[in-house]
C-alpha cells in the first residue's frame, strides 16, 4: 500500500493517505463511542480526557520527531551532492594545472561521469542502486588518475590533492545509495498506534456536528503530515524527489570549458 502511494503522483497520494486516516479515523472513532458510551459516566470521561491529553501530546512529538529526521536526511543529500560536485570540479582544475595536454582525455572521461550521474545514476537511484555506466566510469577514471605519473614537485601534490577527491567523490556517491536505500523512521509505526489511540479516546464523547468536522481535520492534517514524512524518506522517487541540478550545471560549465 506505501509502495503503491509513492508511485502515485504526490498530490493523488495526498489525497489518498488523508482520506484513509480520515475514514480510518472516523470509522475507530464511533466503534469506541459505541463501545464507551454504554459504560459512559463522569469519571470515565474525565479519566479518558486525561489519557487523549498525553496521547495526543505523544502523537504530536512523535510526528515532529520524525519530520525533523527527514528533513534532515534530505539535507544530508544535497550536502553530498554539494559536495560532490566541488570534488568533481577541484578534479577538473587540479588537471589542467598538472599538464593540460596529458590530461585532456582524462577531464573528458570525467565529463563523462558526471553526465553519467544525471543519465545513469539518478534513474536506477529511484530503485535503491547505482547505475552500471556511471560505476564504470568511476573505475575508468580511477585508473587513469592512478596510471598518471608526476614529473615534478608540483606535480606530485597535484596528483595527491587528485586522489583525495577521487575519494571524496566516491563517498558521496555512496552516501545518496545508502539515503536510497533507506527506510521510513521507526517513528511512522508508534505514529499511526498513538493516532488509532487517540481516535479511540474521542470515543468519550458525543458525535455532534462540530467535534466530527475537528476530528476529520485531525485526521486529514495526520494523515498530509504522514504521507510527506513516507514520500521524503525515499528522496529519489517520485515527483518532489532531490533532482540532479548541481551537476547538470557543472557539466555544462565543464563542457564549456573543455572546447
Known amino acids: 500500500m506505501i509502495e503503491f502511494l509513492l508511485l502515485l503522483p504526490t498530490w493523488v497520494g495526498c489525497c489518498i493517505a488523508m482520506v484513509s486516516t480520515t475514514v480510518v479515523g472516523l470509522v475507530v472513532y464511533l466503534v469506541f463511542y459505541k463501545f464507551i458510551s454504554k459504560y459512559q459516566s463522569y469519571d470515565l470521561k474525565e479519566s479518558t480526557n486525561n489519557v487523549f491529553r498525553v496521547v ?6 512523535m510526528l515532529a520527531l520524525a519530520f525533523s529526521e527527514v528533513i534532515a536526511d534530505l539535507r544530508t543529500i544535497h550536502n553530498a551532492v554539494e559536495r560532490e560536485t566541488v570534488a568533481i570540479s577541484d578534479i577538473f582544475e587540479a588537471l589542467k594545472l598538472f599538464d593540460i595536454e596529458r ?4 577531464r573528458t572521461i570525467l565529463i563523462e561521469y558526471t553526465q ?52 571524496v567523490l566516491s563517498d558521496h556517491r555512496f552516501i545518496r545509495l545508502d539515503n536510497a536505500l533507506a527506510k521510513p523512521p521507526v517513528f511512522v509505526y508508534v505514529i499511526i498506534f498513538g493516532f488509532l489511540v487517540t481516535m479511540a479516546c474521542f470515543g468519550a464523547y458525543l458525535p455532534q456536528p462540530p ?12 494523515g498530509l503530515v504522514l504521507f510527506l514524512i513516507l514520500k521524503l524518506s525515499d528522496p529519489f522517487q517520485g515527483d518532489i524527489s532531490v533532482p540532479p541540478t548541481a551537476f547538470e550545471y557543472l557539466v555544462e560549465a565543464l563542457q564549456s570549458e573543455i572546447r
Open 103 to 106: 590530461t585532456r582525455e582524462i
Open 56 to 61: 495526543g501530546t505523544l502523537v504530536s512529538l
Open 116 to 167: 553519467a550521474v544525471i543519465d545513469d545514476d539518478w534513474p536506477a537511484l529511484a530503485n535503491d542502486k547505482l547505475g552500471l555506466r556511471t560505476g564504470d566510469l568511476k573505475n575508468r577514471l580511477t585508473e587513469v588518475v592512478m596510471n598518471l605519473e608526476p614529473a615534478t614537485s608540483n606535480q606530485k601534490k597535484l596528483w595527491a590533492f587528485i586522489a583525495a577527491d577521487l575519494d
Open 211 to 222: 467535534l466530527v468536522v475537528l476530528v476529520s481535520l485531525y485526521t486529514l492534517f495526520v
